[in-house]
């Protein structure tokens, strides 16, 4: 059995990633670094003019590091932006992961959640709370108004995307260390 490779993974970042799932923003985690890096669709469209000026025989990194640094058309933070989409681009599958949340897992995560309530009654009307369109608005106005649950979901959620977060680096044969 191949050994597991070992990183230090930022549980905080790899957490919001699993969490927060923005359309034209997608997150990819560094297995060098352990970092998760964030390209939006803006940035790939940018590179991909940017790769025109880039000779085809030329090592696209230090090519596009080299052609960054003589322009004057892009701010610090956007040169960082573009140099970390095209290093995800270019090691896609060997160094860097997409990170791609399981479908409907935070709700699936609500729903969970409800059939732990010890109370029949309040469990029922969380349980009504999460149906249908609104689902997500209903249970966090009902959890506002039961602050000891709110609490408890909130400890809750965070399990299951620790789960969820575990279960995916162990996939790609990857074992966190502090």
Same mark, same amino acid.
């Given at each position: 059995m191949e050994e597991k490779k070992r990183i230090k993974v930022n549980f905080f970042e790899l957490s919001a990633a699993f969490e927060l799932n923005f359309i034209g923003n997608t997150p990819y985690l560094d297995t060098e670094t352990g970092e998760v890096i964030w390209v939006t669709d803006e940035t790939r469209r940018d590179l991909e003019e940017l790769w025109e000026e880039i000779p085809e025989d030329a090592e696209p990194i230090a090519a596009l590091e080299s052609y960054l640094a003589q322009s004057d058309a892009f701010r610090d933070w956007q040169r960082e932006e573009l140099l970390n989409a095209a290093r995800v681009e270019v090691e896609f599958g060997s160094?860097?992961?997409?990170?791609?949340?399981?479908?409907?897992?935070?709700?699936?995560?609500?729903?969970?959640?409800?059939?732990?309530?010890?109370?029949? !009654?309040?469990?029922?009307?969380? =349980? $009504?709370?999460? &149906?249908?369109?609104? +689902?997500?608005? !209903?249970?966090?106005?009902?959890? =506002? $108004?039961?602050? &000891?649950?709110?609490? +408890?979901?909130?400890?809750?959620?965070?399990?299951?995307?620790e789960a969820r977060m575990r279960s995916w680096l162990s996939n790609y044969e990857i074992e966190p260390v502090d």
């Open positions: 160094r860097y992961l997409s990170i791609d949340p399981e479908p409907y897992s935070d709700y699936n995560d609500m729903e969970s959640f409800v059939w732990t309530l010890k109370e029949d !009654r309040l469990a029922e009307r969380f =349980a $009504r709370a999460i &149906q249908g369109r609104g +689902a997500f608005r !209903r249970f966090k106005d009902l959890l =506002a $108004r039961h602050p &000891q649950i709110e609490q +408890a979901w909130y400890d809750f959620q965070a399990k299951q995307i």
